[in-house]
T-cell receptor, first 113, second 114 residues
Framework: GESVGLHLPTLSVQEGDNSIINCAYS??????FIWYKQESGKGPQFIID?????DKRQGQRVTVLLNKTVKHLSLQIAATQPGDSAVYFC????????????FGAGTRLAVHP | DTEVTQTPKHLVMGMTNKKSLKCEQH?????MYWYKQKAKKPPELMFV???????INESVPSRFSPECPNSSLLNLHLHALQPEDSALYLC?????????????FGPGTRLTVL
């Protein structure tokens, strides 16, 4: 996906609530998807991945859902904590793509006490 | 050691300067990457090295010159940059170049071109 605009979309949640961050990907031939978390002053950090032959994958407090029909990916964070505040990027790797990450636009998650 | 290190953390340079960014990993990874990230934007791939050979150049201007002197080191040589080249430059590495190898990112070098 291509990023547009000057401002990142922001999701504001209360501490303890569940968060859902959405992403639309661009390439129907992509067969591997990853969610990254980027905190201020740091590089992106791997959170969870999913292959195109799956529609759901769970990690610790995080779940990724994949809907290939509408090319949509979501990240669910349970019991959101202040330490979850960051920018979240989805990324896709097209098949045969030499591990070439294509990042989505990103969403800022702000967790309020 | 499971991290990618980058130096310097910050760099300010004039348009006539020559400088280099450095990246190092000791995880035995054989694929290394350079990304450019503008403010409030996602990272964009610039170069990919596999086994010390350049595999991908995403049509990056020649004022950016990558170098992979050995399997642990990746450099980005900068010359005659423009102010619009100011950005966060991220290095990453992965075990191999296959499409499902997790990429580990360094903290980046924040470059300002005056």
């Amino acid at each position: 996906g291509e990023s547009v605009g000057l401002h990142l979309p922001t999701l504001s949640v209360q501490e303890g609530d569940n968060s859902i961050i959405n992403c639309a990907y661009s390439n129907s031939a992509s067969d591997y998807f990853i969610w990254y978390k980027q905190e201020s002053g740091k590089g992106p950090q791997f959170i969870i991945d999913i292959r195109s032959n799956m529609d759901k994958r769970q990690g610790q407090r995080v779940t990724v859902l994949l809907n290939k029909t509408v090319k949509h990916l979501s990240l669910q964070i349970a019991a959101t904590q202040p330490g979850d505040s960051a920018v979240y990027f989805c990324a896709e790797i097209p098949s045969g793509g030499y591990n070439k990450l294509i990042f989505g636009a990103g969403t800022r998650l702000a967790v309020h006490p | 050691d499971t991290e990618v290190t980058q130096t310097p953390k910050h760099l300010v340079m004039g348009m006539t300067n020559k400088k280099s960014l450095k990246c190092e990993q000791h995880m035995g990874h054989r694929a290394m990457y350079w990304y450019k990230q503008k403010a409030k934007k996602p990272p964009e791939l610039m170069f990919v090295y596999s086994y010390e050979k350049l595999s991908i150049n995403e049509s990056v201007p020649s004022r950016f010159s990558p170098e992979c002197p050995n399997s642990s080191l990746l450099n980005l040589h900068l010359h005659a940059l423009q102010p619009e080249d100011s950005a966060l430059y991220l290095c990453a590495s992965s075990h191999a170049l296959a499409g499902d190898n997790e990429q580990f990112f360094g903290p980046g070098t924040r470059l300002t071109v005056l």
